[in-house]
């Protein structure tokens, strides 16, 4: 069944952030709609580059019933993307976030520079989602904890290893991504732990984080899934990235089913429709 995890916050800390409280308190899990202002995004890069159909495509993700809209000027592909100086990130954001603020839903900025992410937070955004966990801009957990954001940490890796045990290292990286954040005074109740699906895996390695999500529970922490589109899908039915919408639907739902909590998707609607209906099949038992 889709599980429901208690309140991420140790009993002794503060609960979750005000924006976490509401994401997690919906009685299926919180929809996370992608929008990529970016030219190589692997699965959409350049359909939103200009401002105009970003602006468009956020508010078809809010009419679509994404809970919150992540943003990111630069593709984090883990296979060809090509890196872009902050300069450029923030010259994509600025005629469009202030206005994807406006639309009323939590935005976070998909970034893993501390300097994108601190303009972004002071721009209106409201979370950071740094896919290399707090461990790569040695000034990311600052930035963070300096503006009490809620922020999601990614496990990541260079590259993937088939003989690593996926679960183990996932976990050891979360335990230094958590240590770096309470030094920082990022207080628990602001972490959302992310797996990594397709970053640092084999897809089988992908596979397997997925089959084995509610090992995360130790931390006591919210859990985001992003599956979507992800190559590991083409590995069981070959596909290109507009095709995978049955595979990413499928993870996604097993994901909710172990504990899942924010579910990150290109295809809003759709995710929205068949978590809601598979809480609803579950209520029946």
Known sequence: MIARPSSPAAPTAPGPHPVLRALLAKSCPAVMGVLN????????????????????????????????????????????????????????????LAEVVSLGVPVSIDSMKSEVVAWALDAGATMANDVWGLQRDDGMAKVVAARNAPVIVMHNSDRSDPAVDIIEDVVS???????????????????????????????????????????????????????????????????????RLGGSIAAHILAAQRGAQIIRAHDVAETVQALRVAAAIEKQQ
């Open 173 to 243: 990286f979360f335990e230094r991504s958590i240590a770096i954040a309470t030094n920082a005074g990022i207080p628990p109740g602001n972490i959302v732990l992310d797996p990594g699906i397709g970053f640092g895996k084999t897809p089988e390695q992908s596979m397997m984080t997925i089959a084995r999500l509610d090992e995360f529970r130790r931390f006591n922490l919210p859990v985001l899934v992003g599956a979507s589109r992800k190559r590991f899908i083409a590995s069981v039915s070959p596909s290109e990235p507009q095709q």
């Open 37 to 96: 202002v970016t030219p190589d995004s692997f699965s959409d890069g350049g359909r939103f580059i200009a401002p105009e159909r970003a602006l468009a495509q956020a508010r078809r993700l809010i009419e679509d019933g994404a809970d919150i809209i992540d943003i990111g000027a630069e593709s984090t592909r883990p296979y060809g993307a090509q890196p872009v100086s902050m300069e450029e990130e923030v010259r994509r954001l600025k005629p469009v």
